[in-house]
């Protein structure tokens, strides 16, 4: 790749960025080398290696990458024949051993080998880099056994080294012991207060004031800074001070020859060794540019084959920019094979400049490995090369101004440029005469899509505006203008050319009218129509934008207010069907409860009353069977008005046909009729009731015995009767009790419930006692029990009915 462009688009300040998230320097190292590749099946796999450590680090959010240590001396000196590792190069060794295992166990991807080759492997990519990697458990306990963490050799490196070290420990304390015996041995006058034996250059010595020098004897290694004590080794600490150099000889000949056997063995491994370093560091670069394409948000781009030169860019950033940490505007643009020049043209500081360099970054990244800030669906070709031309580059040196460094540029630039390369050229035709400039600016550009190069160029010149003609193959784009606020939006649009707004912004900025309307006098009157058509279309397009944004959320609001219509009028459905269902079934085993409660009544009035009572029998049996069957849906046909029958109101006491139930009148609605039979509300149709008789009612009253109720008097076949699982009576004073849970029990038994949950809270325990008092005396209940935890504990009481 061209180093001037690389220069100048500062590839190596955003490959810095990407190596600064690396964990070692040998990773930073590799990734600063990193270089752009032309062959299209190299950059694939290179982004898949960072796809697949994407979604490695995205599955394990944990895990982090073992620490990779400098082994580069280490593997230099097993390379060199007769050489011996240091202790430091060990414990490198060592700690290259653990850090391999360990990533090795991380990319280990379960129900797979350890090669690449396993169809079942999601991540095959790093499956072959995990195959450089070492494993050898053997090895590195050996090496712990030799080097400690602080590359120090352990006694138990070897049994000759462990023996030279006990005798090395004991021979010290033994001359220690000695020379401080004879330290307390010393008259008053020679000793040193507060002296102690200490080492001076290798020999164990003890202070003794200047005056003793000839009575101790011995050789002086040292004297204090006033001269008047003078540091003594003793004739009696000579011969053991040479003895503890001679145990330290021998122990540095036994460390020497503890490396020289590690080294030898660890010779055979420096290939595997070679190969689980590099992969190491391989690994720290992928995992740097993994966390690089997380920051940037950034997408691996699919890349094309070799004679594909279609471009779809989507959502690209400049890298800096996002490392920055500033607002960035994205932009998109997406190119045909015949669309080979883009004239980017808009006012200045518009953007221009860091387009065309985000353009190039984008493909030098990519073809380097590293995923580069842009959205899903960019779809880039692979090139030879890239040139660019942009800022200032005159040298006073060369003697070379700003339009004659463009020129030496754009001269190398048309000399190489060809197919699959890029060409970047910033404000094209300037610098010179604007008619010459243009003029050159067309020529550059119309030599470039000959030669079949793609260009991107920027420019203020009209004249480049009107090269976008049927057959050109050179296409104008545009960074957008707020004309309102005299700022630019950044917004790159394909397709249309860019107003300068040179007289805009000098006129916002108020320079006299007076000048503004001389400038405006002496513009070309073709650029004039031009600049009005543009701002026309500007304000249209702006309108329609306003209009699009308010469509869409208009529709976004009728879409979310069908989907809510919809799903109210499917839970409407669901619970009508459900009720439906659930009041046929409760009626059904009402009427079915109903009729074994007319047995029983029969029976005990015949127990009573004998033959007298046969009528009624058949009577009240046939009453409940025909119920039945009117419920069962036996006889669908509408059931005639009783005779008699006039309008009621609420109050009038009535009967309910076909059961003879004496009721009054508590509520209509819809025609159907709410009557209290006792301490049971019934519903009923309109048309089942009757005006009361109050001679049929005494001579039914009669064959009751006393009883009331549905259970006592069988049920109308359309009636509907409020039972629930629960009484709630939490807030009821205590003699507001007994009248709420009769009718919730009355409710509860006529509906054949099991069991009836009373919930009467904890508080004082008034109502709670109230409760169990009413359900002794019940004999309908059977038990009564505390709720347990999870039914409300303390402040439930479940009660069972009678079966």
Do not use: C
């Amino acid at each position: 790749m061209n180093e001037h462009a690389l220069s100048v688009l500062e590839f190596d300040r955003a490959l810095a960025r990407v190596a600064a998230r690396a964990t070692s320097p040998m990773g930073a190292e590799a990734i600063l080398a990193l270089r752009p590749s032309a062959d299209p099946v190299l950059v694939r796999a290179m982004l898949e290696r960072v796809a697949e450590t994407i979604a490695l680090l995205e599955e394990r959010p944990t895990w982090s990458l073992p620490d990779i240590p400098d082994a580069r001396g280490t593997l230099r000196s097993l390379e060199l024949e007769g050489g011996v590792l240091i202790p430091e190069s060990l414990l490198a060794a060592l700690r290259l051993l653990v850090s391999s295992q360990d990533l090795a166990e991380g990319l280990r991807e379960e129900g797979t080998d350890r090669g690449g080759d396993d169809p079942r492997l999601r991540r095959p990519r790093l499956a072959t880099l995990r195959g450089g990697l070492v494993e050898s458990p053997d090895t590195e306990s050996w090496l712990r056994g030799i080097v400690d963490d602080e590359a120090g050799i352990r006694d138990d490196a070897s049994p000759a080294l462990r023996a030279i070290r006990r005798r090395l420990r004991a021979a010290k304390s033994e001359i220690l012991r000695k020379l401080e015996r004879f330290l307390d041995s010393l008259p008053e006058r020679i000793r040193v207060e507060g002296a102690s034996v200490s080492v001076r250059d290798g020999r164990f010595v003890i202070p003794i004031r200047r005056e003793g020098k000839s009575e101790v004897g011995g050789v002086i290694h040292g004297e204090s800074a006033t001269g008047g004590t003078l540091f003594v080794e003793p004739p009696i600490g000579i011969e053991l001070t040479n003895g503890i150099h001679e145990l330290e000889r021998e122990e540095e000949r036994e460390i020497a020859r503890i490396l020289r056997a590690a080294t030898d063995r660890l010779r055979p491994l420096r290939a595997a060794l070679v190969e689980a370093f590099d992969a190491l560091v391989d690994f720290d670069t992928l995992h740097a540019r993994a966390r690089t394409a997380k920051a940037w948000g950034g997408v691996s781009p699919e890349i094309l084959d070799p004679g594909d030169e279609r471009l779809t860019i989507v959502l690209a950033r400049h890298p800096l920019l996002v490392e920055r940490g500033v607002p960035v505007v994205p932009f998109s643009l997406e190119l045909g094979e015949d669309e080979r020049v883009v004239v980017v043209s808009g006012p200045n500081t518009g953007g221009k400049t860091v387009f065309l360099k985000a353009m190039g970054l984008v493909h030098l990244l990519a073809q380097s490995g590293v995923v580069p800030p842009v959205g899903k669906g960019t779809r880039l070709p692979v090139l030879e090369d890239v040139f660019a031309d942009i800022g200032d580059e005159q040298s006073i040196a060369e003697s070379l101004s700003t339009f004659s460094a463009h020129l030496a540029n754009a001269r190398e630039i048309l000399e190489r440029a060809g197919p699959r390369t890029l060409v970047l050229m910033d404000e094209l035709g300037t610098g010179t005469d604007p008619s010459e400039g243009a003029a050159l600016a067309r020529a550059i550009l119309e030599v470039l899509v000959i030669r079949g190069a793609r260009a991107l160029a920027s420019s203020h010149l009209g004249a480049l505006k009107r090269l976008d003609t049927e057959g050109s193959r050179i296409v104008n784009a545009s960074l957008l203008f707020d004309s309102e606020r005299i700022e630019p939006t950044y917004h790159l649009q394909k397709g249309r050319p860019g107003r300068s707004y040179g007289l805009a912004i000098a006129r916002r900025l108020g320079l006299p009218s007076e000048v503004m309307d001389r400038a405006e006098s002496y513009v070309d009157p073709g650029e004039l129509r031009l600049e009005a058509v543009l701002a026309s279309l500007e304000r249209k397009e702006r309108e329609l934008e306003a209009a699009l944004i308010e469509a869409e959320d208009a529709a976004r609001e009728a879409h979310t207010l069908r989907a809510e219509t919809e799903a109210r009028e499917a839970r409407l459905e669901e619970r009508e069907r459900t009720a439906e269902s659930r009041a046929r079934e409760q009626a059904r085993q009402l009427l079915l409860n109903a009729r074994q409660e007319v047995e029983a009544a029969i029976r005990e009035v015949r127990e009573s009353r004998g033959d007298e009572v046969a009528g009624v029998e058949a009577g009240a049996r046939r009453r409940v069977e025909e119920a039945a069957k009117e419920h069962l849906g036996s006889d669908p046909r509408p059931r005639p008005r009783g005779r008699g029958w006039a309008p009621v109101a609420e109050g009038d006491s009535v009967t309910v046909v076909g059961s003879g139930a004496r009721g009054v009148v508590r509520e209509l609605r819809d025609g159907r009729v709410t009557v209290e039979v006792g301490s049971v509300r019934l519903q009923v149709l309109l048309d089942e009731i009757e005006p009361a008789d109050e001679e049929a009612v005494g001579a039914r009253s009669s064959v009751r015995s006393g009883r009331s109720g549905p259970a006592a008097m069988g049920v109308p076949p359309s009636f509907e009767i409020e039972a629930r699982m629960e009484a709630d009576l939490r807030g009821l004073r205590v003699e507001e009790v007994e009248l709420a849970m009769g009718r919730a029990l009355d409710g509860a038994v006529v509906a054949s419930l099991p069991e009836f949950r009373i919930i009467h809270g904890k508080g004082t325990g008034a109502v709670r006692a109230r409760v169990q008092e009413l359900l002794r005396s019940d004999a309908r209940v059977r038990e009564f029990r505390m709720g347990d935890p999870s039914e409300g504990g303390s402040g439930v009481t479940i009660a069972v009915f009678r079966g």
